[in-house]
């Protein structure tokens, strides 16, 4: 098996999550790509897991918990990207600078 | 610290009469009250913070704490008394407060403590009975007066030095009492320092009685070292036993110390500081003529009386015509005073004259009898002397007359006391000189007895004068005289009964049962006296005693009885030559001021002024100086310039950076998300270079 294919897939997936990070306006989105960060970064663990096969599992243990912090993340933060949108009326990260000096 | 010494709880005293030995003694240890009686000795301390601390707050100035401890020790002491009246008390306990180690070539140990024996115990009593009268007094005398809180703080010292002093079991301990005694002493005759004549009568107190310690301090110097201890215990024994190495210095450092108790108790030629001490209050004088200052030299001479009676004979061929002289020549000035108080002042240095002789000619019952028995009416004539002066506001005697109808219980006790003092059978003044006149007659100085009987006669003459000048006669001050409130009078009326029946106390040949008399009670010492008591009166010499003090009121009355020719005896009394020299005080006085004070104050004071005032100002001055100048240097150079500067560009650079810095928070999510992910690849760059 040749873990360097899913290396490149989680890089890109990886890259793609960076980008959409820095650049998507809707918050909605950054989340969403903060998402695809992590599901590159999961699929490293699976694919290290893989070749390593160690007793414990690690790397898909570690899977699991990216997994349960990714869900507790999103919906804290899909609770606060509703509150903002209801007290705004926006959803526009350029606009959220209220914490500048 | 907690180290005591031997307790010598029971020891056999032998009470000899006519020189045989009559009865063996057990002494009692005391039990609790003397073994705790150190309670005595502070009380008065704690009085003294206290009344400092919160006196101004209370309602009598403090007066209550120097009052109540006084009556505290009154109460105790007053047990102590009774219970060695039945069983004679003897108890000593000192504790180790500095171990000095070699001293001279011998160990040293500092110690402190307490004695309770007859001739303390005696004393405690006769030192809380007056103070506590005498306080009382003070609270209605110095109402409304200035300073009234540190009067009676400084009442307290006194009284708690004078009871440190008796208490001593060594020589170290009593002259810090001694001290102590001194300095209250100078803070209670300088009371009005506000005129100079009052702080210079303090000064001189205080510088006269320096001069005596010095006798004192070499005197205890020299006994310490021959014996290693200062303990008066060892002292006795050591005199008992006839220590040959004692015996070598008994007689120079017994007169060392007589010289001390000269000071303190003002013998001829030491006298001059008394009179003046009656710029204090009359309380003061009062507490200083009857119990806490004058008796310390008495006192002293009975504590070493076996030194003197065994060891220091030769001693005596001194001690006896300075105290007779004393006691003559100080009578003859009270005659020409116009002052009252200063009157009772020679009558007080006289009557000293009577104890030191007694003390010195091997009387130690006459003499302490003797200081018993004229603490309480030399205690009763100056109250009362101080009332008549609360009431008239002079002290002069030219400004009095008649004040028996205005102050009739001033008066009546006033009376009693100068006819105890006098020495009128029976009053207690009486039994005590009594006693000296034999006790001197028996140890053959006959010449001095006789002189002594003179005495006397001056000592009735002048009494009787200060009674017919105050209190009959007409008035002839200003406004209307009256009597002292309740207050004054009842410490009078108190003191009143022992000024009448103490000398009953000590007739002799009578004992009053299982309590005995004050021969036993005093006779309660670690080593028997071995002193001379009669075994029955002398009537010649009572008679002689009395017919010279009887021919000393007739004179005197007849002289000063009536007002009118009163007035005139008093500008006409001027026997040529005498006169001039009674008036004058001996000229001693002068003598001091011109030979000693003024050279003193004119030649070495001036040198050491210009001393201090050029060379020692000059060094500070220009030490000052240079100082203030080297402060301003690095105040203007280094601290304004140097460290100032730092601390300035320290805090503006970090405010200009701080300024510069703020540009970053932008507040927007995907800067800091962008930052972020540089971070994390210049990380993960640098991981990849350098590993």
């Known amino acids: 098996m040749i ?10 997936l990886f890259s793609l999550g960076v980008y959409g990070l820095l650049v998507r306006r809707n918050a909605v989105t950054v989340l969403l790509a903060v998402e695809l960060m992590l599901a590159g970064v999961n699929l490293n663990f699976i694919a290290f897991e893989s070749v390593i096969r160690d007793s414990l599992a690690s790397g898909q243990v570690f899977t699991i918990f990216v997994l349960t912090i990714a869900a507790a993340e999103v919906g804290i933060g899909l609770g606060i990207v509703l509150l903002i949108f209801r007290n705004r009326a926006t959803g526009n990260v350029d606009e959220l600078d209220l914490m500048k000096w | 610290m907690v180290n005591t010494i031997a307790l010598a709880q029971t020891v056999l005293a032998v009470v000899e009469e006519d020189g045989a030995v009559v009865e063996a003694v057990e002494l009692a240890s005391g039990g609790f009250f003397a073994q705790w009686a150190g309670i005595m000795l502070l009380s008065p301390f704690v009085a003294f913070i206290a009344i400092i601390l919160v006196g101004k707050r209370m309602k009598y100035n403090g007066a209550e704490l120097a009052v109540g401890a006084m009556a505290l020790n009154l109460v105790w002491s007053s047990v102590l008394f009774v219970s060695n009246m039945i069983d004679g008390i003897f108890y000593e306990v000192g504790f180790v407060v500095a171990d000095v180690g070699q001293f001279m070539g011998r160990p040293l140990v500092f110690e402190l403590g307490f004695v309770v024996d007859g001739l303390s115990i005696m ?29 009676f703080a400084s009442l307290s010292l006194f009284a708690g030095a004078m009871l440190v002093l008796v208490g001593a079991p060594n020589l170290i301990q009593l002259i810090i009492g001694w001290e102590g005694v001194g300095l209250a002493s100078y803070l209670l005759i300088g009371h009005y320092w506000e005129q100079k004549e009052n702080s210079s009568a303090a000064i001189k107190a205080f510088l006269v009685n320096k001069v005596a310690d010095v006798g004192l301090i070499i005197g205890a110097i020299m006994i310490g070292r021959t014996l290693g201890d200062f303990r008066f215990s060892s002292i006795a024994k050591a005199a008992i036993a006839q ?5 070598g210095i008994a007689v120079a450092a017994g007169l060392l110390l007589f010289f001390g108790a000269m000071g303190k108790s003002a013998q001829f030629p030491l006298h001059v500081w008394l009179p003046d001490a009656m710029a204090g209050p009359t309380p003061v004088s009062a507490l200083m003529h009857a119990a806490t200052m004058v008796t310390a030299g008495i006192y002293l001479m009975g504590r070493l009386f076996p030194l003197y009676q065994n060891l220091a004979q030769d001693a005596r061929e001194w001690m006896v015509p300075i105290a007779a002289i004393t006691l003559f020549a100080m009578g003859l000035l009270a005659l020409v005073t116009d002052d009252i108080k200063k009157v009772l002042a020679y009558s007080t240095v006289s009557q000293l004259g009577y104890m030191m002789v007694a003390i010195a000619v091997g009387g130690y019952t006459a003499a302490l009898f003797h200081l018993f028995t004229h603490a309480f009416f030399k205690a009763l004539l100056f109250l009362g002397a101080g009332s008549v002066i609360h009431s008239v506001h002079s002290n002069n005697m030219s400004d009095m007359g008649g004040l028996r109808k205005y102050m009739p219980t001033t008066y009546r006790t006033f009376v009693i006391g100068a006819l105890s003092l006098a020495g009128i059978i029976p009053l207690a003044g009486f039994w005590s000189k009594d006693e000296i006149l034999g006790v001197m007659g028996v140890e053959g100085y006959t010449s001095f007895m006789w002189l002594a009987i003179a005495g006397a006669f001056i ?3 002048y009494m009787t004068r200060t009674v017919a000048l105050t209190f009959h006669g007409t008035y002839k001050g200003e406004g209307v005289p009256h009597e002292s409130p309740r207050l004054m009078t009842i410490p009078l009326v108190v003191l ?17 049962g299982s309590i005995g008399n004050f021969t036993s009670w005093i006779g309660a010492r670690i080593v028997p006296m071995g002193d001379y008591h009669p075994s029955s009166i002398n009537w010649g010499l009572a008679t002689a005693g009395v017919a010279a003090a009887a021919l000393g009121i007739a004179l005197g ?11 005139q005896l008093r500008d006409t009394f001027e026997i040529p030559f005498l006169y001039p020299l009674l008036r004058n005080k001996y000229y001693i006085d002068d003598l001091y001021m011109r030979g000693l004070v003024n050279p003193i104050k004119g030649t070495v004071a001036k040198g050491i002024d210009f001393v201090n005032g050029s060379v020692i100002d000059g060094i500070v001055n220009g030490a000052a100086f240079l100082m203030g100048a080297f402060g301003r240097f690095v105040y203007q150079g280094f601290d304004q310039r140097g460290i100032d500067l730092a601390i300035n560009a320290t805090a503006g650079g970090t405010s200009r950076l701080g300024g510069a810095l703020r540009f970053l928070q932008t507040g927007k999510v995907q800067h800091y998300a962008g930052a972020f992910v540089v971070g994390a690849v210049v990380l993960v760059v640098g991981f990849v270079i350098f590993t």
């Open chain 1, 3 to 12: 873990v360097s294919q899913f290396l490149v897939l989680a890089s890109l």
């Open chain 2, 123 to 151: 004393m405690y009593w006769v030192v809380a009975f007056v103070s506590t009268m005498v306080f009382i007094y003070a609270v209605s005398y110095m109402q409304g007066d200035v300073r009234v809180p540190w009067f």
């Open chain 2, 243 to 247: 220590d040959e190495a004692l015996a």
């Open chain 2, 459 to 461: 000592t009735a003459l």
């Open chain 2, 496 to 512: 009143a009964v022992p000024a009448t029946i103490a000398g009953l106390f000590n007739i002799p040949g009578v004992s009053w």
């Open chain 2, 557 to 567: 009355w007849s002289l000063f009885g009536r007002d009118a020719r009163t007035q």
